[in-house]
Nanobody
Framework: QVQLVESGGGLVQPGGSLRLSCAAS????????MGWYRQAPGKQRELVAA???????NYADSVKGRFTISRDNAKNTVYLQMNSLKPEDTAVYYC??????????????WGQGTQVTVSS
């Protein structure tokens, strides 16, 4: 079993910054892609940013140039640095990881979600 624990959400004014963290623990042989998704009220969950084990990244068009995803493979942790935040970034942010366990099975795991609210 694998657990993803997120932290770093909160309330911030427009133009401000937040840094989200997500640490994976448990029966982990390696982690392939890790990513951040978000879901705003009344909307579908959408990909915000993703990063491979080799460091390749991709971003939603709406966050390019403002958000940066990174990871520390030694700590099984992924980060999302969010700058120039806008009210439309308000959502619950979820961490996702594709984990290869010791049985060499590949499984998708999700964090519990952390609320990000951008408001004056």
């Amino acid at each position: 079993q694998v657990q993803l624990v997120e932290s770093g959400g909160g309330l911030v004014q427009p133009g401000g910054s937040l840094r989200l963290s997500c640490a994976a623990s448990g029966s982990i042989f390696s982690i392939n892609a890790m990513g951040w998704y978000r879901q705003a009220p009344g909307k579908q969950r959408e990909l915000v940013a993703a990063i491979t084990s080799g460091g390749s990244t991709n971003y939603a068009d709406s966050v390019k140039g403002r958000f940066t995803i990174s990871r520390d493979n030694a700590k099984n942790t992924v980060y999302l640095q969010m700058n120039s935040l806008k009210p439309e970034d308000t959502a619950v942010y979820y961490c996702n990881a594709a984990v290869l366990d010791y049985g060499l099975g590949l499984y998708d795991y999700w964090g519990q979600g952390t609320q990000v609210t951008v408001s004056s």
